[in-house]
């Protein structure tokens, strides 16, 4: 009931309140308006340059892998070889 009463009377000031000072609220609202206009131009701007920036990351996922199978076998060889050299290694300094 508080909330009710209350909203009523802020209603009715503000309503006197834009009545009485009516070319001040005009000439307050033809600065906000413009401003308001800026920034949310930017925003738009910001926000669509994002989304334009995740659609060229989304495009430069589908690359395709350099290295061909023939490659990686040879890349799994040279790995083995390597692991049995170290064990090698590591058996020598143990002696």
């Not at 009463?5 to 309140?17: E, K, N, R, S, T």
């Not at 000439?27 to 413009?34: F, S």
Request: without cysteine.
């Amino acid at each position: 009931m508080k909330t009710l009463i209350g909203g009523a009377a802020g209603a009715v000031l503000g309503l006197i309140g834009m009545s009485i000072w009516w070319k001040p609220f005009l000439q307050l609202l033809a600065g906000a308006i413009p401003v308001m206009l800026l920034l949310g131009g930017g925003l738009a701007l910001y926000l669509g340059f994002d989304e334009l920036k995740d659609t060229w990351k989304k495009d430069d996922t589908t690359v395709e892998t350099p290295i061909k199978t023939d490659e990686t076998e040879k890349y799994k060889d040279e790995v083995k070889e390597l692991k049995e050299e170290i064990e090698a290694l590591k058996a020598e300094k143990a002696q």
